[in-house]
């Protein structure tokens, strides 16, 4: 066992290694400034005093400038290093924007799974899907870049991409969510299974019918979940399915550009709308743990009283979920498990090892709280139907 001293030293190390890693492969150029010390917290995962002794063994090293009032300046003379293009293996990681809580999550875990194969992990933000391809293309042929990990939006711009990294035998997989097209190989959340337990726990809790809040149509994540919820509620004889569906009144890009600061904010009126009407829901799926707790702000303004008069469910198991009271049951997490097996897979094509294209699944788990549960004193685990790629979990409420 580590002495603890020895354990921050070595995870002090493992966050400079990567900041130098990402200096020398063009993340971050010469005479342009770090992202700042509570980025990089939130993009490692780690406290700032490791943060701010990774930088100082950069500034030692003579890899970064720390400029009092402005920040760490990457310096122009680096270090030389002994490497040659074969002595370096490195995946690149194109997230849609690494402003999303979601993209950093997943960039995080894979950069981890890198390190302990031994390649390098360099992050493209693709800017809320505009995709720089000139630019992408430059870094991949620099950075000896062997496989790309792509967690995108299906839209052409980034088929484009894709299909012009393959032309130059680049492997890709697509994380999360489809692309435009086939071909690839591609690591997806069971989003659809997700929603149909989640939806099946509050037809058994609360009978019926119950609603769906979120984006529906795209991206295909969102598609995904409200196809399982579809199916849910046509099981249990609900034939008018639209009657129950409310979107969240944004599209996704104003949704996702809210979501930065506010996460909440784009799916606050529609709730209190919801909430307001003279037919108000009595059980509520909704597409995100997000969207969750615009119910619950609505909910408290209307004076009604989640897991009591109302049932909800979320998506993606985010920390506030565990905060709110009662604790809201949500499908998930998943981010670890599908960024794990997306980078065992673009190692496994990096290293020429051949097989036929696929498409993996992830089970996720529903993890049942007290804001589904009608009767939390006599509450029962939900009866799964046969074939859902699920599996369940209860907390305490």
Known sequence: MQEPGNE????????????????????YTSQKYLPPERSLQELFNVSR???????????????????????????KQQPQSSESPSDRKTILFVAWSMQYPDNVEYANAIMDICHQHGYACVIFDSQAGQVDMPQLLERVNRQWVEAVIWLGYPIASQQAGIEKLLSQRI????????????????????????????????????G???????????PTSARSRYMGYCNAMRSAGYASVDNYVIHAGVDEWEAARKFVDVPWEASLPISRELLASADRPLAVVCDGDYVAYALYIA?????????????????????????VKPQLTTVGPYVQRVAARATELAIHRAQGMDSAVSTELIPILLNVRGSSIKDTAQAMLPQMPAGANIQIQTSEV
Do not use: N
């Open 8 to 27: 921050h030293r070595s995870l002090t190390q493992t966050v400079a290694d990567q900041l130098r890693d990402q200096i020398r492969q063009g993340t």
């Open 299 to 323: 909910a408290c303004e209307a004076g009604l009283k989640i897991g009591e008069d109302l049932g909800l469910t979320g998506f993606s198991c985010r920390q506030l979920g565990a905060l």
């Open 171 to 206: 492997p890709v997989v697509c994380l999360d969510r489809k692309p435009v097209k086939s071909g690839v190989d591609m690591v997806v959340p069971d989003h659809f299974s997700g929603a149909y337990a989640a939806t099946t726990h509050l037809l058994e809790q609360w």
């Open 49 to 75: 005093v490791t943060v701010r002794r990774a930088l100082d063994d950069l500034e030692q090293s003579g890899w970064i400038e720390r400029q009092p009032g402005r920040g760490s300046l990457v310096l």
């Open 208 to 218: 019926g019918p119950v609603y769906y809040l979120g984006m529906h149509d795209k």
